[in-house]
């Protein structure tokens, strides 16, 4: 199966998408994750600056008990606190490239993908090529969708993070991540999803397997 991504391009006919759409798809929604959920959930922001505030903490303990000066206790303080600013403030600057890279496309026929920080590219994924849509939530509205496509369309994980599921290494699976309202996404492409099988249903075709050639196996669409 031929790949589904697809490298930078300089001119987008439509925001978002690598050509003009075919006549009769429509574009239902579109979207971006959002840098402060990406940094908090997945980079850890938050962990980072508790991590430096311990180490604030115990180097000012240690300090007075060993008896130093409040000059060199200062002293240290202000490097791990420019340390810190340093890393976060990088981890911050990443988060944002990515969320301002980055733009999702439901449409009637299928899910796109803009991305890349330092390359940008574009995943095109037909719904014919979709077997599962899931949902994950991280706060009370924020989530992530994940999409299980078909085992013969070849994608890298590291190609697409961090926009995928984690630990799935095997079968990568592309999520529309780390999303503000991730229900109202999510029902979106439910919806179009299940529309798009239902108008496709007359495409079924049954499948023998040769160790059973009096029965049908099984029913796939094309």
């Known amino acids: 199966m031929s790949q589904f991504v697809t490298r930078e391009h300089e001119i987008e006919p439509v925001p978002g998408l690598p050509g003009l759409p075919p006549a009769g798809e429509v574009i239902l929604w579109q979207g971006r994750p959002r840098a402060k959920l990406l940094s908090r959930h997945l980079l850890k922001v938050r962990w980072i600056g508790g991590y ?6 115990w180097a000012v303990v240690s300090g007075l008990h060993d ?10 303080i202000a490097i791990l606190a420019a340390l810190a600013a ?11 490239a990515v969320e301002k890279t980055t733009l999702y496309t439901i449409t009637t026929e299928r899910v796109v993908m803009r991305f890349g920080v330092a390359l940008s590219m574009t995943l095109n994924l037909p719904f014919r090529k979709v ?6 939530k991280l706060d ?9 496509v078909a085992a013969d369309t070849r994608l890298s994980w590291l190609v697409q993070w961090p926009h995928v599921r984690g630990w799935r290494f095997s079968r990568p699976e592309p999520c529309l991540a780390y999303l503000p309202d991730v229900e109202t996404v999510a029902s979106i492409l439910s919806a179009a999803y299940t529309q798009f099988r239902a108008s496709h249903a ?8 040769p160790s059973m050639p009096s029965a049908p196996a099984a029913v796939a669409a094309e």
Do not use: C, N, P, Y
């Open 67 to 76: 008896g130093r000066e409040i000059g060199g206790l200062l002293f240290s």
């Open 140 to 148: 009370d509205k924020d989530g992530m969708i994940a999409i299980a």
């Open 131 to 136: 077997e599962a849509i899931s949902t994950a």
């Open 86 to 96: 340093v890393l976060i403030g990088m981890i911050e600057l990443f988060a944002w």
């Open 202 to 209: 007359s495409q079924l075709r049954i499948f023998v397997t």
């Open 52 to 57: 430096f505030l311990l180490l604030a903490v």
